[in-house]
């Protein structure tokens, strides 16, 4: 039984009931139905339906707002009347709505069950202009096209926007039926102008018709593959059938056989076959169409190629192996030493756990080409795998098959490359090996270079476990340290020295001046280098411990010479050192030595670097202050440390080497050590920073032709450092003479070539009154350090 309708409340003139809408936009001239339930909307509804009087339709602002005030509505609405009530269904009552004109929220007007607003009527004035008659034909066919783009629409609608005259009315109508965003359609309801309005919807029209478009071609083309696909799949199982019936082989057959009798011939163990004829049995079942059968057939590809078959041994000639290293090695005696020693328990034991060797040195002293050389002593292929810069784990260890693209690590590539598992794996420098968020990929490198582990070295690629035991590897570095100590412990480390002089002009004349002639397309005798021309190459335009920048300096002589050959203005070319500076330009390297020579504060010390030895140059001044102690030179903490020790043990001489106490009071010192741009740290130059000292205080210079190294304490000993020998070698490229170096060192001077050993003198400190002895120079000198002895 139907309830009373309630008697209708009067409202003042100019105030009407508002129905907040949560994601319903009603325009005018639009009939569209609402659906309401909440209480004060349901008050609304009913006041407006029992006195026949409009109602105002606004967007709130927030759609989960359950009670919204007018500061969370919209400003602009539509007015509306009520044409139909519907049954309630489920709380919600259900009305149809006939918008008739915007409307601007003024204020609220309390003291309603429902929300009720004073508001404004927003006239729209009429536009009866060509441009406006020409905008209301453009959006009628926009739409229109739209409506042809959609599966279904009524015919009413159709027929509505055909019959609208008026341009706004056209334009409210065409808004509604716009599949837009809720606040895209308020914004055109607030847009009051007519032809700013159908500008807007032209262009929402433009861009939803475009995307209509482009969705039917889209599922259209798609239903065409698939329809191809499945016509193409049909045809290719009938054909199967044919075949069948006809006894014919086709081609899947014959190459599903080929690969069943290459797994059968690769010699793989058994359980690694087994599971390359479970994956070969998986392909067969599987659709060529499929995504997966081609990844299967680049897999069994792979395993295929890869040299599973033991390999069959060849005998080792140790005699053919020395001469092979001494043709392509100049030196190194030591190494070569070592390489025939590890080839001798390879001959003597073939099946062993050999050591991995890791040739440490300075860039440009051999160490690729020796790796080179083992291979030519085995008679095994070489392949070379660059670390350098590798930051990716699975460079090493590969990618899973689940991953497009996958591809084995640089170890198995290396393999396939090489043919045989008992090739020369060269791992070039493994000091260069960094880890990123992909992983470390030294960690991976552990299971590799461990004779326990790498029996069973399994790439993630692959899945199967494979026997890298009789891999040879070799292993190269610059600087050690940089190894980590896993790996680095893995390894046996021979290091490589830099070459001396007369090693350097003795390499060039038995290699680099041949092979930059051949490359320069010169003939035996049409460019020839003087000794006296190749020496002054070394030592006036190289400053290094290997011998790349010499050959790259022939490389320039060279080409001059072929520039003259080719020019014909010469025959033959004949290189002396007068001809250098118009070749090769003025002198790089100049011995610095000269010039600090006679000057009271100059210490020349030694250092090491990654490339080699280099010399260094201590000095040290003193100003009126207050004894503040200044270190310039890019300093470690270490360095400072040693300039700090040096100051101290200074003063506690200061007696014995005839220094007066007030001289040390009422001064800042500053020690300064050039090539500020370059860091240095290490223990080595305390004695070259004590003598440099002792130098200025005393008034006496330092020797020109002497060079020191060693660490310093307290009680004034001097301690035993590392890198004599490229120190050594790097006093020697200087022109000095005499080292002085730490006693207990002496043992490192059998590193040093015998040539060098006998062109320079070499002075053992156990203390530093033995350096003063020898360093300082003058009368005075030998007094105070007899008194030192004396006391």
Not at 4 to 30: C, K, T
Not at 104 to 130: C, M, N, T, W, Y
Not at 393 to 407: F, K, M, N, Q, V
Request: glycine share 8%; net charge negative.
């Amino acid at each position: 039984m139907d309830t009373a309708a309630p008697s209708p409340l009067e409202l003042p003139p100019g105030v009407v009931a508002l129905i907040p809408m949560r994601n319903l936009v009603l325009f005018p001239h639009v009939i569209a139905p609402i659906s309401v339930g909440r209480p004060r909307s349901l008050a609304a509804l009913e006041h407006a339906i029992a006195a026949g009087a409009p109602v105002v339709i606004v967007l709130q602002k927030v759609p989960e707002q359950d009670d919204p005030s007018i500061e969370d509505l919209h400003a602009i609405g539509s007015l509306a009347m009520v044409v139909q009530h519907l049954k309630q269904q489920e709380k919600l009552h259900h009305a149809v709505c006939q918008g008739t004109q915007r409307v601007r929220l003024v204020e609220s007007v309390p003291g309603f069950p429902f929300i009720a607003v004073k508001v404004e009527v927003i006239e729209e004035p009429a536009d009866d202009s060509a441009e406006a008659q020409a905008l209301a034909m453009q959006l009628r066919e926009r739409a229109l096209e739209l409506l042809s783009l959609l599966p279904s629409v009524p015919a009413e609608l159709v027929q509505a926007l055909q019959t609208t005259r008026g341009t706004a009315e056209l334009a409210d109508i065409t808004a509604s039926v716009l599949d837009a965003e809720v606040v895209e359609k308020q914004a055109l309801l607030e847009t009051i102008a007519t032809a700013d309005r159908v500008g807007k919807l032209l262009h929402l029209l433009s861009h939803r018709t475009e995307v209509l478009r482009l969705s039917r071609e889209i599922g259209e083309r798609t239903k065409e593959q698939l329809d191809d696909r499945q016509r193409k799949y049909l045809l290719r199982e009938q054909l199967r059938t044919i075949q069948q019936e006809l006894g014919e082989d086709d081609g899947d057959k014959e190459e599903f056989a080929q690969l069943e009798a290459a797994i059968a011939k690769a010699g793989m163990p058994a359980e690694v076959e087994a599971h390359a004829r479970k994956e070969l049995q998986r392909l067969q079942r599987l659709p060529d169409a499929a995504g997966e059968s081609s990844m299967l057939r680049t897999y069994l590809e792979w395993m295929i190629e890869l040299p599973w078959a033991q390999p069959t041994e060849t005998p080792i000639d140790l005699q053919a192996a020395r001469r092979i290293l001494e043709a392509d090695h100049f030196g190194l005696e030591k190494v070569k030493q070592r390489i025939v020693e590890f080839l001798a328990v390879r001959k003597l034991n073939p099946t062993g756990r050999a050591p991995i060797l890791c040739f440490v040195g300075p860039p440009g002293v051999g160490k690729t080409s020796l790796g080179q050389s083992i291979a030519r002593a085995l008679e095994r292929p070489f392949v070379r795998v660059s670390l350098g810069g590798v930051h990716d784990e699975a460079e090493i260890r590969g990618h899973r098959r689940t991953y497009i693209g996958a591809l084995p690590g640089n170890i198995v590539q290396s393999l396939r490359k090489a043919g045989a598992r008992d090739c020369v794996m060269m791992l070039d420098e493994v000091d260069k090996v960094t880890a990123s968020a992909h992983g470390d990929p030294s960690a991976a490198l552990l299971e590799v270079l461990d004779p326990e582990q790498n029996s069973s070295f399994r790439d993630n690629y692959l899945g199967v476990p494979f026997d890298l035991s009789r891999v040879v590897f070799i292993a190269t570095a610059n600087v050690i340290d940089d190894v980590p100590g896993p790996v680095r412990d893995r390894m046996e480390v021979i290091e490589l020295p830099g070459y001396t002089q007369e090693e350097k002009v003795q390499i060039a004349q038995a290699y680099l001046v041949r092979r930059q002639r051949e490359a320069n397309g010169l003939q035996e005798g049409q460019c020839d280098i003087s000794a006296e021309a190749l020496t002054a190459i070394v030592s006036d335009h190289t400053r290094e411990a290997g011998v790349r920048q010499l050959e790259r300096e022939i490389g320039r002589v060279m080409r001059h010479a072929a520039m003259k050959v080719a020019e014909g203005s010469a025959d033959r070319v004949q290189i002396e050192p007068a001809q250098l500076d118009a070749i090769l330009g003025p002198p790089k390297y100049e011995r610095e030595v000269a010039l600090r020579s006679g000057v009271a504060g100059v210490a020349t010390g030694l250092a090491w670097t990654p490339v080699g030895g280099e010399i260094l140059f201590i000095e040290a001044t003193r100003v009126a202050g207050n004894g503040r102690l200044t270190l310039t030179g890019q300093l470690g903490s270490v360095m400072k440390e040693s300039a700090e020790a040096a100051i101290t043990l200074l003063k506690s001489r200061a007696a014995g080497l005839g220094i007066e106490a007030s001289a040390l009071e009422g001064m800042d010192l500053h020690m300064h050590i050039p090539a500020g741009a370059i860091p240095k740290d290490g223990p080595s130059a305390g004695v070259a920073m004590f003598i440099a000292l002792a130098s200025l205080f005393s008034g006496r210079p330092v020797r020109h032709d002497v060079a020191m190294t060693g660490e310093i304490s307290l009680r004034g000993l001097v301690l035993p450092v590392g890198g004599v020998k490229d120190k050594i070698l790097a006093a020697q490229r200087a022109g000095l003479r005499t080292v002085m170096l730490p006693a207990r060192n002496l043992k490192d001077l059998r590193e040093v070539p015998e040539s060098t050993r006998a062109a320079m003198e070499f002075v053992p400190l156990e203390t530093v009154d033995d350096a003063i002895r020898c360093a300082l120079t003058g009368s005075q000198a030998v007094v105070a350090t007899k008194e030192l002895e004396t006391a």
